[in-house]
């Protein structure tokens, strides 16, 4: 788990400073079309929606685009018809890999993504070969030298977590999916600052990686991470975070 929110607290800060801001926003509206067309485009009723314009609103997306991606899924839009695919492989040290994507072109997405395993030192597998090792849960996380632990404890029970988690340099909340908003919510009103606050597919079991195959394992996740039509990649490596830290680059 400590590699999993390190490198989540990671890929956040690095993503709302990064440059290629227009490869995230196409991400991010293909993220609200999806949900939209799934679960209709009302916002108060359909909580996976409400959740990808938050994420859309942390990355500064405009309105205008938000509203129009959310027209695109409702139909009102004319746009592309995208189909939602999760990719299930191993990554080096038999590290377990998870990957969420939406695509217009499943066959050409399918190539693209096993030629990524292969080039990285892993392999794609079949369908639910990883899928038992996570859990979806919440997960809001915190650098642990910025919170007061015990009074992120007590608000974070309260309001409904399951389980607050800590290593040496995080504090991660865990929730089940259905209270993530009203935990958040709450934590949100007491003014603590997270760094990552999402839905997510927790590992419930992890794999130590060090040395050559720690530095393959995320050259394979970032990999996957820039394909365009990638939207979440999930692992249960869990590497030392001083390690983390010094590959990250």
């Known amino acids: 788990m400590s590699g999993h929110s390190k490198w989540a607290q990671i890929k956040h800060k690095k993503a709302k400073t990064d440059l290629a801001r227009g490869k995230a ?58 189909e939602e695919v999760t990719y299930e492989g191993y990554g080096p040290g038999g590290v377990a890999v998870m990957v969420e994507v939406t695509t217009d072109n499943r066959n050409r997405t399918t190539a693209e993504i096993r030629h990524l395993f292969n080039r990285y030192g892993g392999s794609l597998g079949e369908s639910g070969c990883v ?5 979806r849960q919440g997960l809001i996380s915190f650098e642990k ?19 607050i988690r800590t290593t040496d340099t995080t504090v991660d909340v865990i929730t089940t999916p259905e209270d993530f908003e009203q935990v958040k919510k709450a934590l949100d009103e007491k003014g603590f ?41 999930y692992a249960n490596f869990d590497i030392a975070d001083e390690l983390l830290e010094s590959l990250k680059s």
């Not at 899928?131 to 859990?135: I, K, L, N, T």
């Not at 608000?155 to 409904?160: E, H, P, S």
């Not at 794999?207 to 365009?228: C, M, N, R, T, Y």
């Open 193 to 233: 600052q997270y760094v990552v606050a999402q839905v997510t597919m927790v590992p419930k079991n992890t794999v130590s990686v060090e040395g050559k195959h720690a530095q393959q394992v995320l050259d394979l996740i970032e990999a996957l991470e820039e394909h365009d039509d990638v939207q979440e990649v």
């Open 131 to 135: 899928s038992w090792v996570f859990e």
């Open 145 to 163: 030298d910025k919170v007061d632990e015990e009074e992120l404890m007590m608000v974070a029970i309260d309001a409904g977590a399951q389980d």
């Open 25 to 82: 926003f196409s991400k991010l509206i293909r993220l609200i079309t999806v949900a939209a067309r799934q679960g209709g485009g009302n916002i108060e009723n359909n909580a996976r929606l409400r959740l990808a314009v938050q994420k859309a609103r942390e990355m500064n997306m405009p309105q205008e685009n938000i509203e129009k991606a959310i027209k695109k899924g409702t139909g009102e839009l004319e746009g592309v018809a995208y």
